[in-house]
């Protein structure tokens, strides 16, 4: 039986003292694992049905953004299919900022920004489009309503959210490829932690709900992912 998401133990990857090796091993790995099992579609998804005008420019803010494979992949997309963007990707590790800096082409329409979510009115200005891709399982209760204010209430088009669907078969998937092909103990450890902080649909509703932040679809999508997009009725 898996436990319920608020399990108190945590994640490697939310404790502080980690070297720059572990951080980039565990980066490296993610982007591979939601390379092949679907995550990084899942936000794609959630964009296209934001972003309807390719005569002008997005501005994104990928919250939460790690080692900025997201914001890559959004840049990718955006131009095989005529869209153009402007991507920030904000993340309060600077060692892992700093990875995702070294994996980012200079000279493209990426920068990135050292802070956290909380603090978003005063680092960046008013984005279209606020995205955030598995960083909602690490929160908790206040913290789940301040992160879901921020995303409903500082975007001019709308909001997406990429997160995990806690799951027995997701569990145990995940703990078995990680523990025969990962070579970063964060990942063995942490992979199957997320599953189990992940959510169920009635709790992504009622945590909704809660936070007063109107209405957003909520989408089961292939590889236990859940997509949730939200649209400001004064988008312009």
Not at 57 to 70: A, L, N, Q, R, S
Not at 87 to 107: E, P, S, V
Not at 148 to 155: H, N, S
């Amino acid at each position: 039986m898996l436990r319920y998401r608020n399990t108190t133990d945590q994640e490697l990857l939310d404790q502080p003292g980690l070297s720059a090796t572990d951080l980039y091993q565990n980066m490296a790995e993610l982007d591979v694992i939601n390379r092949w099992l679907g995550g990084h579609h899942t936000t794609l998804k959630g964009l296209a049905k934001l972003m309807t005008d390719k005569s002008r420019t997005y501005t994104i803010v990928d919250v939460g953004c790690g080692g900025g494979d997201m914001c890559r992949i959004v840049h990718q997309w955006a131009q095989s299919n005529g869209y153009k963007v402007k991507l920030i990707g904000l993340d309060n590790n600077a060692f892992i900022l700093d990875y995702a800096r070294a994996k980012t082409a200079a000279d493209g329409p990426i920068s990135y920004v050292l802070g956290s979510y909380q603090d978003l009115p005063d680092l960046v200005e008013k984005p279209d489009i606020l995205i955030t891709a598995l960083f909602l399982h690490h929160l908790f209760a206040d913290d789940l309503k301040r992160l879901l204010w921020v995303m409903a209430g500082y975007q001019k088009v709308g909001w997406v959210i990429n997160d995990l669907q806690r799951h027995p078969f997701a569990y145990w998937g995940i703990k078995l490829l990680t523990s025969l092909f990962s070579r970063s103990h964060l990942v063995r450890h942490d992979a199957p932690l997320s599953v189990a902080r992940g959510f169920k649909r009635l709790e992504l509703q009622e945590m909704i709900n809660q936070a007063n932040v109107g209405q957003a679809d909520i989408t089961w999508v292939w590889a236990f992912r859940w997509l949730i997009v939200g649209r400001n009725p004064y988008a312009r």
